[in-house]
């Protein structure tokens, strides 16, 4: 079955400092691709996404590339502030089978 | 305002005595399913329904049920909750169409006691 990895937490860094959270994918057909995050006491929300092979999904300062030949959609920022403290799911979308599967989340802490 | 209402969000129950968790969405949204959320063991899926009488089971469903009768509402039954079923559940919905996003309701955190 489909499944996704999530580099393991927690990470802590400090303000200003370069965030790279690593997820790998493994499905069947042409999944789409997501990363959302969870404030605390609140539910998900989508943070981007990536429906095929080399989109670049882009928001509030972070970025992931779908790459196909790594099976990989890794989350990166160039300068996290405190406020971007969250936990961040990365998730797939098989659309042949129409369920979803989300990896185990990692848990970011960012000190000022 | 677009959102997903789920209904309550604490519950502590004893073990055994039904429940239903209720879960409401105002976007006329095809798809729904819920979700677990566990330490450790991110989020999983348990049942997701494509549209109104159709309903499939996810990763997790056991100990579970659910029913869309009409296309806004997907309750979550537990006929028999036993304490392994103590967790932070998740109704979304999305449109179900290609690369959508899925929107999340707040949460319920169910103790089984």
Redesign the interface.
């Known amino acids: 079955g489909d499944s996704v990895t999530q580099m393991e937490g927690p990470v802590t860094l400090s303000e200003e400092a370069f965030l790279t959270i690593n997820c790998t994918y493994t499905a069947t057909g042409y999944p789409s691709l997501f990363w959302y995050v969870q404030y605390p006491g609140e539910g998900l929300q989508l943070l981007l996404k990536a429906t095929k092979a080399d989109d670049k999904g882009s928001n509030k300062g972070f970025e992931a590339t779908y790459r196909k030949e790594t099976t990989s959609f890794h989350l990166e920022k160039g300068s996290v502030q405190v406020s971007d403290s969250a936990v961040y799911f990365c998730a797939l979308v098989n659309t042949n089978a129409g369920k979803s599967t989300f990896g185990d989340g990692t848990t970011l802490t960012v000190k000022p | 305002e677009a959102q997903?209402t789920q209904n309550p969000r604490y519950l502590i129950t004893v073990t055994g005595k039904k429940l239903t968790v209720t879960c409401s969405q105002n976007m006329n949204h095809e798809?729904m399913?819920w979700?677990r959320q566990d330490p450790?063991?991110?989020?999983?899926?348990i049942y997701?329904s494509?549209n109104v009488e159709v309903t499939?089971k996810?990763?997790v469903p056991e100990g579970y049920k659910v029913s869309r009768k009409e296309k806004r509402n997907f309750p979550l039954i537990l006929e028999s909750p036993s304490p392994n079923q103590t967790s932070l559940y998740?109704c979304?919905s999305s449109t179900?169409t290609?690369?959508t996003?899925?929107f999340?309701?707040?949460?319920t955190r169910l103790t089984v006691v």
């Open positions: 997903v798809y399913s979700y450790g063991l991110g989020l999983r899926q997701y494509m499939d996810g990763d998740f979304a179900g290609f690369g996003e899925a999340f309701g707040q949460g």
